[in-house]
């Protein structure tokens, strides 16, 4: 990249869907911040407008272009598009890898100078990553080379997705009760379950949350779960007798379950923030969970061979290491410990250990704060070059 250019460079993001709202989660946050906080000319190309919606209402599903949040965003339908030079951004990212057009790819050849292409990959503890990130990878034929971009948790990876504000929001959220009943209300939250432990609940199909349930129900303390449709279906079916749709709720012993609907993403982070305890998935939310300064449990994206089980190990390594009933809970949910799981003695060990896993949360929070961001880092790399 021009290194003589101060004027803020464009740049475009491509991605597709895989699966769920991690892919498209991820790219909306990076486009929006890059714009918001870096003034980047961003065009986010993307190929499942439903998928983007519902993290972000805005999204008009059937507009081939359209200007969301000052982001250009392009629906991204095949990858035989005709490209110029005069169409390449300064900057170009793929997703987790994903094919961009033939086309792009020889108009970027044809461009000068040359944009920065990068492959932004998925996040992950592993040691390999610091070795990996930043590597060159030259084009077979063409003169063109991309860049491997990780993300990660320490000053050899990339970073973190982290916006510049979000800890004012979440502090100035965080310290007023009454804004906190006023995000939940809507939902139901009576003020009974407002001075509950309430816990929001986002995983995958497979975890064990009927056994969870279980124990919740005959525990001892009342306990408010907040889960979003479409989540853990049968077992909040199952509780609640009736279809998960939003807005339907019930009590049963000392547990209330109540089915929220998806909100946008900024009311994702208030709900995690407004919350005592958050089961996150995925990588988006995962991260989210850590910056809204709660005890969260992972539930990990599944691999094959049960590679997701060395990434999850990686992670409570160094995030857990002296916080024994957090990974304990966190293995037995991810199904990566042996034998059968106590869920009452797991969840009363791990509510005994709720406030050292909150002070974990601060300090790890100040800790990730040191390397930077990845939009940040992303961009100084991407000037460097
Ligand atoms: O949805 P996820 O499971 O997504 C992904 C994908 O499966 C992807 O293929 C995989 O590579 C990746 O996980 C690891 O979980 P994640 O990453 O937490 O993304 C969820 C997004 O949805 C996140 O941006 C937060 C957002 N969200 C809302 O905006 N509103 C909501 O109500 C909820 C529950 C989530």
Request: aromatic share 10%.
């Amino acid at each position: 990249m021009s290194s003589e250019n101060t004027s803020p460079p464009t740049l475009a993001l491509f991605c597709k869907v895989v699966d769920n709202y991690g892919d498209i989660g991820i790219c909306w946050r990076l486009a929006r911040q890059l714009h918001q906080e870096h003034g980047v000319a961003v065009t986010l190309w993307v190929d499942d407008l439903p998928s983007f919606r519902r993290i972000c209402p805005a999204v008009a599903l059937a507009a081939e272009r359209q200007r969301v949040d000052g982001v250009d965003v392009r629906h991204w339908r095949d990858n035989d598009g005709v490209f110029s030079a005069a169409d390449v951004a300064d900057i170009v990212i793929e997703f987790f890898a994903c094919d961009i057009p033939d086309g792009y790819i020889a108009a970027m050849a044809q461009s000068t100078p040359r944009p920065v292409w990068l492959n932004l990959e998925g996040l992950t503890a592993e040691e390999w990553v610091e070795g990996c990130h930043t590597l060159p990878s030259p084009h077979p034929r063409l003169p063109l080379t991309k860049h491997f971009f990780f993300p990660g948790f320490n000053g050899k990876t990339g970073g973190l997705l982290r916006e510049a504000v979000l800890d004012r929001q979440r502090l100035a959220f965080q310290s007023d009760a009454a804004a906190r009943s006023a995000f939940l209300a809507p939902f139901g939250v009576t003020a009974a379950e407002m001075a509950s432990l309430k816990v929001s609940l986002f995983c995958y199909p497979h975890a064990p949350v009927a056994a969870l349930f279980d124990a919740w129900r005959a525990g001892p303390d009342a306990i408010t779960c907040l889960v979003p449709e479409g989540v853990a279906t049968d077992a909040v079916q199952a509780f609640l007798g009736a279809p998960a749709a939003a807005g339907a709720a019930r009590t049963h012993g000392a547990l209330t379950v109540r089915v929220l609907p998806f909100v946008a993403q900024p009311d994702y982070d208030r709900l995690l923030w407004a919350c005592d305890v958050n089961f996150v998935r995925g990588e988006d939310s995962f991260v989210r969970a850590q910056w809204a300064n709660r005890p969260f449990i992972w539930h990990i994206y599944p691999q094959d061979d049960n590679l997701h089980h060395k990434k999850l190990r990686a992670f409570l390594q160094v995030y857990a290491d002296r916080l024994d009933s957090l990974s304990a809970f966190a293995l037995q949910w991810n199904d990566a410990a042996a034998g059968p799981a106590d869920w009452p003695v797991l969840w009363s060990r791990l509510q005994a250990e709720l406030p050292a896993i909150g002070l974990q949360s601060s300090a790890w929070q100040q800790e990730m704060s040191g390397h930077g961001d990845l939009a940040g880092n992303l961009l100084t790399f991407a000037a460097s070059l």
